[in-house]
């Protein structure tokens, strides 16, 4: 299994709908989790950190079940301008010794239809 | 403001030469990190520096080198090993330290060899 897992889509959503999608990580020493947002031919954007008891900003709303080692972004009364690919990143706690402790997912690409 | 600039944003190299990727920032962040992004691909990294004077190899390491002799930069060097260096080259930092701080982007570097 791969540490951090995505649907790379692309995930067809009419303008107006609800939208979620998952991301599955592999490594129960996972602490924290975090939801980008790329655009084509630009940088990761954090849209999102994402905490134990779930967080809403706006119409974006993450959750984290640790017990099934998901996290989940759904997106209410979608919009054409969150046509993206969305990144999830998973970090285990820095345990010194120069360890590396980022993965990212490799993206699950949304687009919103008119 | 503060944030993470790169340089330049393209860049267009013949094979065989070197060249060097900037990147600096200025949000006073211990941890800078190089990913490159392939297309269609996710980001795979290349080098980190917790500290300065310290560097460690990422995933893909092979035909890349490293400096990290102030805080603000941590340039990256292309070098003519590389077997497939075109790609899209992005830097980023965190605070060291803080497993919850997200990751800062540049807004990266595409850079072609010929």
């Known amino acids: 299994r791969k540490e951090v897992e995505q649907d790379p889509g692309p995930f067809n959503v009419p303008e107006g709908a609800t939208v979620a999608f998952n991301c599955t990580y592999s490594n129960s020493a996972s602490q924290s989790f975090f939801w980008y947002r790329q655009d084509c031919r630009k940088e990761p954007k954090l849209l999102m950190s994402?905490?134990?008891s779930g967080n809403e900003d706006g119409r974006f709303t993450a959750q984290l079940n640790r017990a099934s080692q998901y996290i989940s972004l759904l997106i209410r009364d979608s919009k054409l301008s969150d046509s993206a690919t969305y990144l999830c990143v998973v970090k285990r706690r820095y345990s010194g010794g120069g360890a590396d402790g980022l993965t990212f997912g490799k993206g699950t690409h949304l687009i919103i239809q008119p | 403001d503060g944030g993470i600039t790169q340089s330049p944003k393209y860049l267009f190299r013949k094979e065989g030469q070197n060249v060097t990727l900037s990147c600096e920032q200025n949000l006073n962040h211990d941890a800078m990190y190089w990913y490159r992004q392939d297309p269609g691909q996710g980001l795979r990294l290349i080098y980190y520096?917790?500290?300065?004077?310290?560097?460690q190899k990422g995933d893909i390491a092979e035909g890349y080198s490293v400096s990290r002799e102030k805080k603000e930069s941590f340039p990256l060097t292309v070098t003519s090993a590389q077997k497939n260096p075109t790609a899209f080259y992005l830097c980023a930092s965190h605070r060291g330290g803080e497993y919850n701080s997200p990751l800062h982007f540049g807004n990266g570097t595409r850079l072609t060899v010929t």
């Open positions: 520096s917790q500290i300065v004077n310290d560097f």
């Open positions: 994402v905490y134990s």
